[in-house]
């Protein structure tokens, strides 16, 4: 019943009712950030929809709230918590660290984990719970990672189907994803937690749904990889092998070949190596 009522309400979005700014404080705290950071504060009787993080304010759509880089486009939205009888959790306080309609391993390393890192750089307390879309919490990276305690000591939280958060403070960030200020400290507690790591491995494709995509990928590595043989390569798929073996796998690699389209060498960034080359392939898919 609740997951009907989220598709039926989704439809609703462009035209509910718009909130009065005047009922909703806003601070801004970026003026000791660098150039292109950007750190604001809303509080209120806030409340942040499932599907994709968006912010009401007394059942009100707020959308100079909304959360910025917390993954594009946006998950549909679920507006069933805000109908009558809708269900409220409290949390306190709060910041939106990925809600997007994706939540692919490219997502997961070249946009939420660099927002995670950029966290202590804005002066965000510890207890800040850290509020992330169930899609992405359900994938093989994000489960191990928590697992592995790549996020500690920090809260990460999931959105709940059929629920609304309401909080009185929302922390909305901005950075700019590949700044060093965020990809250092990444790469720092990567290194720390997953290696030491050491070379000599062979070349890897990193491959998304690899039992449906692999013969599109040997056709474009066929055509793109002069000199290579197919037989050489060790098939990655994010969703079949933990996610401490992937990266070790990529620090180690001599190449790493990955779709262009769909990003998968964004895991590069994790563990970067001036020795590893990248190939990209352009895949065409049926």
Known sequence: MREWRSLLTAPMLPFWPKADARDVTMAD????LPEGWNHRRFTGDL??????????????????????????PRGPADLSPL?????????????????????????FCDTLLPRFF????FGLPPATLLMTSLRMGRTRPFQDAISDGLFRPRPVELFRPATAIRVQQLDDIVIPLDSPDALGPMQTKVASLYGPFGGGGGPVLVLEQSARRLPAAKAAFTRAATGLRLDAVQVLDPAMLPFSRL??????????????????????????????????????EG
Do not use: C, W
């Open 247 to 284: 990266v070790k796998a990529v620090a180690e690699a001599s190449m790493l070949i990955a779709p262009r389209a769909t990003g998968e060498a964004a895991i590069a960034t994790l563990v970067p190596s001036p020795e590893r080359r990248t190939l990209l392939l352009d895949l065409q």
């Open 29 to 32: 705290l970026g003026a000791s």
């Open 118 to 121: 950029s966290l202590d750089r």
């Open 47 to 72: 409340a942040l929809e499932n599907g994709g993080g968006r912010v009401f304010s007394g059942g009100r759509r707020f959308a100079d709230a909304d959360a910025r880089q917390a993954g594009e």
């Open 83 to 107: 109908l009558p009888g809708g269900r409220y959790i409290p949390r306190e306080p709060a910041l939106v660290l990925h809600a997007g309609a994706e939540a692919s391993l490219a997502r």
